[in-house]
C-alpha cells in the first residue's frame, strides 16, 4: 500500500483545518465565561485541563479535557472525507493548534488531550491501549505525567503492529513534541519533585 500524499491542496487545506480547531482554547474560554478569569495566572499558566482543575471546578476541568480531545477527532473525521493524506494532516494541524495556537502568541497545552482525541479518530483498539498503559501506571505509581509519557511513547508501536505504518509515523512524530511540551514534568520526575495524583499541598 503507497504511502498517502501529503503534499496535494487536499492535505494542505486538512492542516488548515485541523490547526484552525486545535487552537481553540477551550480551557481559557470556559474559565472566563465561567468568570474564574484567565486560567494562565494561576498554576501552571498552562490552558489545559489539569490547570483547569486547579481552580476547584471539576466539572471545567473535564469539559475543558472533553472538547480538547473532541477537536482533535472532528478535525480528523471532517478532513477524512477527502482521503487519508487530508485526515493525516488534520491530525498533526490539530496537534500543532493546541500546542502552538497563533490567539495566544503560540503558548498552548502539552497536548495529553488532543493527542487522545487524534487516537481515537484514527484507532479506537490504539486508544484502549493507551488508556490500559495510562492507568496501569497512574495507579501503580500515581504520576499521571509519567503514565502520558509512557502511553504516548507505546502509541506508535501499537499502531505499526496494528498495521498501520502511516499512522504510527504520525503518533511517533506528535509523541516527540508531547515529550518536549512535558520537559519540565520529566526533569521533576527525574529529581523526583513530581507531584503525584492525588497529592495536596
Known amino acids: 500500500m503507497m504511502p498517502p500524499d501529503l503534499a496535494t491542496p487536499a492535505a494542505l487545506g486538512g492542516l488548515a483545518l485541523g490547526y484552525a480547531l486545535g487552537s481553540i482554547p477551550f480551557g481559557l474560554i470556559l474559565t472566563k465565561f465561567a468568570g474564574l478569569g484567565d486560567v494562565r495566572a494561576i498554576g501552571s499558566g498552562n490552558i489545559g485541563a489539569t490547570n ?29 472525507q477527502l482521503g487519508e493524506g487530508p485526515a493525516l494532516a488534520a491530525g498533526l494541524g490539530a496537534f500543532l493548534g493546541h500546542l502552538f495556537p497563533v490567539w495566544l502568541g503560540f503558548k498552548g497545552g502539552k497536548g495529553v488531550a488532543t493527542f ?22 497512574a495507579f501503580a505509581l500515581r504520576y499521571s505525567s509519567l503514565a502520558a509519557l509512557a502511553a504516548s511513547a507505546a502509541t506508535p508501536l501499537v499502531l505499526w503492529a496494528l498495521g498501520a505504518p502511516t499512522q504510527a509515523l504520525l503518533f511517533l512524530l506528535l509523541g516527540l513534541l508531547l515529550w518536549w511540551k512535558h520537559a519540565p514534568n520529566i526533569r521533576r520526575l527525574a529529581s523526583g519533585t513530581e507531584g503525584r495524583i492525588g497529592q495536596k499541598g
Open 52 to 80: 483547569v482543575l486547579r481552580t476547584g471546578r471539576k466539572g471545567l476541568a473535564a469539559a475543558t479535557l472533553l472538547g480538547d480531545a473532541l477537536k482533535g477527532t472532528a478535525a480528523v473525521l471532517i478532513a477524512r
Open 116 to 137: 487522545i482525541g487524534v487516537l481515537l479518530a484514527f484507532s479506537p483498539l490504539a486508544l484502549a491501549a493507551f488508556a490500559a498503559i495510562w492507568l496501569g501506571l
